[in-house]
Protein backbone atom coordinates (compact mmCIF):
# COMPACT_ATOMS: atom_id res chain seq x y z
CA UNK A 1 0.00 0.00 0.00
CA UNK A 2 1.15 3.52 -0.96
CA UNK A 3 1.67 5.35 2.21
CA UNK A 4 3.05 8.55 1.08
CA UNK A 5 3.54 10.82 -2.01
CA UNK A 6 5.73 13.94 -2.46
CA UNK A 7 5.91 16.53 -5.63
CA UNK A 8 8.70 19.46 -5.46
CA UNK A 9 8.41 21.84 -8.48
CA UNK A 10 5.82 19.94 -10.47
CA UNK A 11 3.04 22.38 -11.95
CA UNK A 12 1.27 24.15 -9.01
CA UNK A 13 3.15 22.41 -6.44
CA UNK A 14 6.34 23.63 -5.11
CA UNK A 15 6.86 21.09 -2.36
CA UNK A 16 3.99 19.09 -1.08
CA UNK A 17 3.26 15.90 0.45
CA UNK A 18 0.00 13.80 0.89
CA UNK A 19 0.26 11.22 3.39
CA UNK A 20 -2.39 8.70 2.42
CA UNK A 21 -4.65 6.50 4.73
CA UNK A 22 -7.10 3.83 4.35
CA UNK A 23 -9.37 6.45 2.87
CA UNK A 24 -8.00 9.78 1.59
CA UNK A 25 -10.42 12.58 0.06
CA UNK A 26 -8.70 15.63 -1.78
CA UNK A 27 -10.28 18.52 -0.61
CA UNK A 28 -10.06 22.29 -1.62
CA UNK A 29 -11.32 25.04 -3.92
CA UNK A 30 -11.01 25.53 -7.57
CA UNK A 31 -7.64 25.66 -8.30
CA UNK A 32 -5.98 24.83 -5.48
CA UNK A 33 -3.79 21.92 -6.84
CA UNK A 34 -5.79 18.91 -6.64
CA UNK A 35 -5.36 17.66 -10.46
CA UNK A 36 -2.13 19.04 -10.45
CA UNK A 37 -1.49 16.31 -7.91
CA UNK A 38 -3.28 13.55 -9.59
CA UNK A 39 -1.75 14.46 -12.43
CA UNK A 40 1.83 14.58 -10.69
CA UNK A 41 1.44 10.81 -9.64
CA UNK A 42 0.08 9.77 -12.98
CA UNK A 43 2.88 11.57 -14.63
CA UNK A 44 5.75 10.14 -12.96
CA UNK A 45 4.25 6.71 -13.06
CA UNK A 46 3.63 6.56 -16.89
CA UNK A 47 7.23 7.56 -17.07
CA UNK A 48 8.75 4.73 -14.46
CA UNK A 49 6.23 2.59 -16.64
CA UNK A 50 7.67 3.33 -19.87
CA UNK A 51 11.76 2.82 -19.07
CA UNK A 52 10.87 -0.59 -17.51
CA UNK A 53 12.89 -3.74 -18.05
CA UNK A 54 11.31 -4.40 -21.84
CA UNK A 55 11.40 -0.77 -22.81
CA UNK A 56 13.98 0.33 -25.90
CA UNK A 57 13.63 3.92 -24.32
CA UNK A 58 15.06 4.23 -21.06
CA UNK A 59 15.71 7.64 -21.39
CA UNK A 60 13.87 10.99 -19.73
CA UNK A 61 13.11 13.54 -22.48
CA UNK A 62 12.41 17.28 -22.40
CA UNK A 63 8.88 16.98 -22.60
CA UNK A 64 8.87 14.72 -19.43
CA UNK A 65 10.21 17.96 -17.56
CA UNK A 66 9.66 21.48 -19.38
CA UNK A 67 5.94 21.85 -19.44
CA UNK A 68 5.44 20.27 -16.28
CA UNK A 69 7.95 22.33 -13.88
CA UNK A 70 6.74 24.60 -11.60
CA UNK A 71 5.96 28.41 -13.33
CA UNK A 72 8.23 30.19 -10.84
CA UNK A 73 10.86 27.63 -10.60
CA UNK A 74 14.78 28.12 -10.95
CA UNK A 75 16.87 26.49 -13.94
CA UNK A 76 18.61 24.84 -11.27
CA UNK A 77 15.96 23.34 -9.01
CA UNK A 78 15.01 19.62 -9.98
CA UNK A 79 11.25 18.51 -10.27
CA UNK A 80 11.06 15.75 -7.99
CA UNK A 81 8.73 12.69 -7.03
CA UNK A 82 9.08 10.52 -4.04
CA UNK A 83 7.04 7.65 -2.85
CA UNK A 84 5.86 5.20 0.29
CA UNK A 85 5.06 1.85 -0.58
CA UNK A 86 4.95 -0.52 2.66
CA UNK A 87 3.58 -4.64 1.98
CA UNK A 88 3.97 -7.08 5.04
CA UNK A 89 7.00 -8.24 2.83
CA UNK A 90 8.89 -4.93 3.31
CA UNK A 91 8.82 -1.35 2.54
CA UNK A 92 10.35 0.64 -0.27
CA UNK A 93 10.84 4.51 -0.81
CA UNK A 94 11.78 5.41 -4.10
CA UNK A 95 12.62 9.01 -5.03
CA UNK A 96 13.29 10.17 -9.00
CA UNK A 97 14.55 14.02 -10.19
CA UNK A 98 14.49 15.34 -13.61
CA UNK A 99 16.58 18.35 -13.96
CA UNK A 100 17.70 20.67 -16.82
CA UNK A 101 21.19 20.07 -18.05
CA UNK A 102 20.67 22.89 -20.54
CA UNK A 103 17.52 24.39 -22.33
CA UNK A 104 16.55 21.18 -24.21
CA UNK A 105 18.28 18.22 -22.22
CA UNK A 106 16.68 16.96 -18.93
CA UNK A 107 18.74 14.52 -16.48
CA UNK A 108 17.61 12.12 -13.94
CA UNK A 109 18.60 11.05 -10.63
CA UNK A 110 16.82 7.84 -8.53
CA UNK A 111 17.14 6.19 -5.68
CA UNK A 112 15.59 3.50 -4.24
CA UNK A 113 15.41 1.90 -0.24
CA UNK A 114 14.44 -1.48 0.04
CA UNK A 115 13.68 -2.61 3.48
CA UNK A 116 12.84 -6.02 4.32
CA UNK A 117 12.86 -6.97 8.64
CA UNK A 118 15.92 -5.31 9.47
CA UNK A 119 17.52 -5.32 6.14
CA UNK A 120 18.10 -2.59 4.06
CA UNK A 121 19.93 -1.70 0.74
CA UNK A 122 20.10 1.23 -1.45
CA UNK A 123 20.13 1.80 -5.13
CA UNK A 124 20.92 5.00 -6.98
CA UNK A 125 21.86 6.05 -9.99
CA UNK A 126 22.49 9.78 -12.02
CA UNK A 127 24.32 10.99 -8.65
CA UNK A 128 28.26 10.21 -9.20
CA UNK A 129 27.54 11.01 -13.07
CA UNK A 130 25.36 12.38 -15.28
CA UNK A 131 22.89 10.40 -16.18
CA UNK A 132 19.73 10.35 -18.47
CA UNK A 133 18.30 7.46 -18.21
CA UNK A 134 15.79 5.58 -15.98
CA UNK A 135 17.04 2.32 -15.17
CA UNK A 136 16.67 1.39 -11.38
CA UNK A 137 14.30 -0.88 -12.01
CA UNK A 138 16.30 -3.23 -14.68
CA UNK A 139 19.35 -2.70 -11.73
CA UNK A 140 16.83 -4.47 -9.69
CA UNK A 141 16.10 -7.21 -11.54
CA UNK A 142 20.09 -7.89 -11.88
CA UNK A 143 20.93 -7.93 -8.04
CA UNK A 144 21.14 -10.06 -6.02
CA UNK A 145 18.81 -8.74 -2.69
CA UNK A 146 16.95 -10.73 -0.71
CA UNK A 147 14.54 -7.69 -0.76
CA UNK A 148 13.98 -7.62 -4.40
CA UNK A 149 10.50 -9.44 -4.27
CA UNK A 150 9.52 -6.46 -2.25
CA UNK A 151 11.23 -4.33 -5.36
CA UNK A 152 9.29 -5.68 -7.96
CA UNK A 153 6.07 -6.04 -6.25
CA UNK A 154 6.71 -2.19 -6.11
CA UNK A 155 6.81 -1.60 -9.37
CA UNK A 156 4.25 -4.40 -10.33
CA UNK A 157 2.25 -2.25 -8.30
CA UNK A 158 3.20 1.13 -10.16
CA UNK A 159 2.59 -1.21 -13.71
CA UNK A 160 -1.34 -1.74 -12.27
CA UNK A 161 -1.87 1.95 -10.81
CA UNK A 162 -5.04 3.35 -10.61
CA UNK A 163 -3.31 6.44 -11.43
CA UNK A 164 -2.78 5.63 -14.98
Not at 42 to 49: E, R, T
Not at 74 to 81: G, H, I
Not at 94 to 123: H, P, R, W
Request: proline letters at 2%; a neutral charge; hydrophobic letters at 35%.
Amino acid sequence: MFKKFTLKNYRTHIDTTLELKGVTLLIGGNNSGKTNLLNGVQHFAQLINRTGPQSDRPFVANADYFPHKHSLDTANTPMVFACEWEKATGKVNYQIALYALDSETVGCQEKMVLSLNDDSFTLEQGYAEVSQEIVLRTQLEKANLDSKATGRRFFSVIDASVFI
